[in-house]
């Protein structure tokens, strides 16, 4: 199996976190079934050959579309092959999707929409074109294409990004008062700008990004006893943790820490 991550140019850089794409390098390679969990991102993916299959946290099933966005989800989803391997996708920091498109996120949260949608028609040609060029061809083609549509779409809503930069590096353990206060904004104010922009609100946002700091320091956490990591991540006590952990991830924290086919994405 090829992987490969490219950074991106600026000023793609001040809203795309990573472009990577995953190709089969034979028959043999496939992608086994693995649970995705909640990540406060939105990605963007062009199939140029077989789709993935999606299981949602329902039991639904579906075949991706050839190119869609998949936005920050609140539940877990479990993906795997359907044949031969070969996609370019482009993962956005959480204030970064909206600036390239109108679609409201909050249409698609906790699922995906087709780039239909998004950008009509003139993706299909960025689709055809991936399949015959090489690697940095595809991200060179993708890039510029990404320009042309921050071009179009960038928003100017600087206090809303800051919000959304200080709830994650703050690892979500910032109060609601607290949060309305550094930005300026009335909480229902902050609360109508993170609906339009990431499809969730503050309070929804901290809490996925509390989790996923626990889920990028497991090494650090592993040893550390429940009630202590309960105190550590701002919760009220273990009940609460665990069911919020549960909510996100449909295990308890003892099954998490001992599972290997579990991903998530750096926020």
């Known amino acids: 199996m090829k992987y490969l991550e490219f950074k991106p140019i600026e000023p793609l850089s001040d809203y795309i976190q990573l472009i990577w794409i995953l190709e089969s390098e034979n ?81 698609f949260l906790d699922g995906t929409i087709s780039l239909d949608r998004i950008w009509p028609k003139d993706y299909q040609n960025i689709i055809s074109q991936l399949p015959k060029i090489n690697d940095n061809k595809k991200v060179e083609l ?23 930069k200080l709830i994650r590096n703050t690892k979500g353990l910032l109060s609601v008062e607290e949060l309305s206060e550094k930005s300026g904004l009335s909480y229902k104010q902050l609360e109508r700008r993170f609906l339009s922009t990431l499809g969730t609100t503050p309070k929804i946002f901290s809490r996925i990004s509390r989790f996923l700091h626990l889920c990028h320091n497991l090494k650090e956490y592993k040893s550390t006893s429940l009630s202590k990591l309960t105190y550590e991540l701002g919760y009220f006590d273990q009940s609460h943790f665990i069911k919020e952990f549960k909510e996100f991830t449909s295990i308890t924290p003892k099954e998490f820490f001992e599972k290997h086919n579990i991903s998530f994405a750096d926020i």
């Not at 092959?81 to 996609?87: A, C, E, L, Y």
């Not at 294409?145 to 919000?163: G, H, M, P």
């Open 27 to 107: 028959s043999e390679d496939y992608y086994p079934r693995e649970k995705i969990l909640p990540d406060g991102i939105v990605e963007v993916i062009f199939h140029y050959r077989d789709p993935f299959v999606t299981s949602l946290f329902d039991g639904s099933k579906s075949i991706q579309p050839l190119g869609f966005a998949i936005s920050q989800m609140r539940k877990f989803i479990e993906i795997e092959s359907n044949g031969q391997i070969g996609f370019i996708s482009i993962r956005f920091y959480p204030w970064g999707a909206y600036h390239f498109f109108n679609e409201p996120i909050k249409n």
């Open 142 to 164: 993708i890039q510029n294409y990404l320009l042309d549509k921050l071009s179009v779409y960038k928003k100017d809503s600087k206090v809303t990004d800051d919000t959304i």
